[in-house]
Nanobody, 120 residues
Framework: QVQLVESGGGLVQAGGSLRLSCAASGRTFSSYDMGWFRQVPGKEREFVARISATGGSTYYADSVKGRFTMSRDNAKNTVYLQMNSLKPEDTAVYFC?????????????WGQGTQVTVSS
């Protein structure tokens, strides 16, 4: 129903910024809640941020609150994660995910991920 492709990852020094993008294909993007997750080797995938289908509400993990901002542009079928004041512990593969609005199920749709590396 929806395919997701992340971009914008790369290498950045601590204190720097990156903006990740997640481009969605399909015709029902505006009906999906979207999320960002990240994962490092040997650890479980962890929640980073989520945004409602309309973009009216957002929620962030405590570890990124105040530094990361999630947004969406439904006209462009794209969600973003603006990451500021990056820390080495933010290094991970970042994944974009989607689920039907109002659903309490796990996210069924995932992108391939984009690597973010923050150097000291």
């Amino acid at each position: 129903q929806v395919q997701l492709v992340e971009s914008g990852g790369g290498l950045v020094q601590a204190g720097g910024s990156l903006r990740l993008s997640c481009a969605a294909s399909g015709r029902t993007f505006s009906s999906y809640d979207m999320g960002w997750f990240r994962q490092v080797p040997g650890k479980e995938r962890e929640f980073v941020a989520r945004i409602s289908a309309t973009g009216g509400s957002t929620y962030y993990a405590d570890s990124v609150k105040g530094r990361f901002t999630m947004s969406r542009d439904n006209a462009k079928n794209t969600v973003y994660l603006q990451m500021n004041s990056l820390k080495p512990e933010d290094t991970a593969v970042y994944f974009c995910a989607a689920k039907s609005s109002g659903s309490y199920s796990t996210y069924p749709y995932w992108g391939q991920g984009t690597q973010v590396t923050v150097s000291s």
